[in-house]
């Protein structure tokens, strides 16, 4: 059996083309010299999310796009973000082996096309199934990469969208069809449009739209709408706060500016800040605005007065403190003496519970 030094070669010596996108806290591209420095040991995975790697590899024939193969591995990082060889090894060789065992062929031999390695991961324990609402984004993401049409659910979201169809006829949408519409935000006037309607989407539309919105690069006039909903939203004070985590979600890509910061300010001072699931939601994927110190203290003091208790912040701070700029940044915080009572209490729980 031939030897791999990375799944990244392995990929390589085949006929396929193939994409590999992150898939942890949003889905991005991942470019394959990127993650085979990863593979390497030379560099940490560049977004880690509860302590793993989690990546798609989406394979194709040219000939036949429609007929992609698309493996969702997820890889244990070690304490610095850096890939557990022995675990890449472990998946590398369980990869191999099945494909001698599936195909009835050496790993160097070519395939007739890239499905024969749809099976390659049974019963891998390093596969995961996303949630659907990624895997929808994931779908369309696929089908745009591949250049193949949309499903058959787009035109309905499209005409809803551009406000062709009543607001109130939103129950007639597929969810697929809104993951398609906001991935092809590109596409003619699809982002324009959307940046229109937005704030008069009602709950479930917008929600999910945001769902989606979190995998794409919203341009200036997304962006402030999206904003300014948010802004609306938490003054008022009405929406549930799961549709404040949405928006947070959408709100996530957009460019960094002093108004975002502002608006993700006020979310903390609100009482919405304590919530767990708009906590999820910022943490998770409002991490690169955290690095703004400001911003960074607030929500750690708001972090350590938040609803669900000391579990939620441990759980919270074992995520972001994987990442490195996060992690020594946090740790400037809790070394502040201007730092809360509460917040040096929950650091204390923290460090109590063997965090580190």
Known sequence: MAHFETLTDFIRQ????????????????????????????????????????????????????????????KLPLDEQGFL???????????????????????????????????????????????????????????????????????????????????????????????????????????EQKLAEIFPQLPDV?????????EHIQPAEALSTTIRQRLETTVTEGQASANQVGALLRAISQTPESEQKIAVLSEVLKSPYGREAEVIAALASRCWASLQYPQLLQLFLETLANNDA?????????ADLMFIPTLRALSLQQFRSLERSDALSKAIGGMFGDGFL
């Open 205 to 213: 539309p917008l929600e999910a739209a945001c769902t989606f919105i």
């Open 309 to 317: 208790g000391q579990p939620c912040f441990n759980r919270v701070m």
């Open 14 to 73: 085949t006929e396929a083309q193939f994409r590999i996108f992150d898939m942890g806290r949003c889905i991005s591209k991942l470019s394959p010299d990127t993650f085979r420095q990863v593979e390497m040991g030379h560099i940490p995975y560049p977004t880690p999310f509860l302590h793993q790697a989690w990546i798609a590899i989406l394979m194709w024939n040219p000939k036949q796009a429609d007929e992609n193969v698309v493996w969702f591995l």
């Open 84 to 190: 557990v060889q022995a675990a890449r090894d472990d998946f590398l060789n369980r990869l191999l082996q099945n494909l001698s065992n599936t195909m009835g062929k050496g790993p160097l031999d070519q395939p007739t096309d890239a499905t024969e390695y749809r099976d390659a991961l049974k019963d891998n324990p390093f596969s995961f199934t996303p949630d659907q609402e990624k895997m929808a984004a994931f779908h369309a993401t696929a089908k745009l990469t591949t250049r193949q049409p949309a499903s058959s659910y787009y035109d309905a979201a499209k005409q809803y969208f551009h406000g062709k169809t009543k607001l109130s006829d939103w129950d007639t949408l597929g969810y697929q069809g809104i993951a398609d519409y906001v991935i092809r935000h590109q596409q003619g006037n699809n």
